[in-house]
């Protein structure tokens, strides 16, 4: 029984995109083990607070995944 943890910075996401989360990492379990594990799947989506998340000591924000997210996507669509 697979169970998938994912955690997100809290305000990221929106709520169509966690639910978009949820749908495509099942499809892709069951793209690698078959229709029958669909059942079997949990994933569950749990939400940092902003700031309560550091990479190499540095706390991230909220306000600083969302401008980093928009630069890139500023560079795809040029």
């Known amino acids: 029984m697979p169970f998938v943890n994912v955690k997100l910075i809290k305000g990221v996401f929106s709520a169509a995109e966690k639910q978009e989360l949820l ?3 099942t499809d892709a379990l069951v793209t690698v083990k078959g229709e029958r594990v669909r059942e079997l799947v949990s994933v569950a989506i749990e939400e940092v607070e902003s ?7 540095k706390p991230l924000s909220t306000a600083d995944v969302l ?7 500023k560079k795809k669509n040029k």
């Open 23 to 25: 749908v495509a990492i």
């Open 51 to 57: 700031g309560d998340w550091a990479i190499g000591g």
């Open 67 to 73: 401008a980093r997210t928009a630069e890139t996507s």
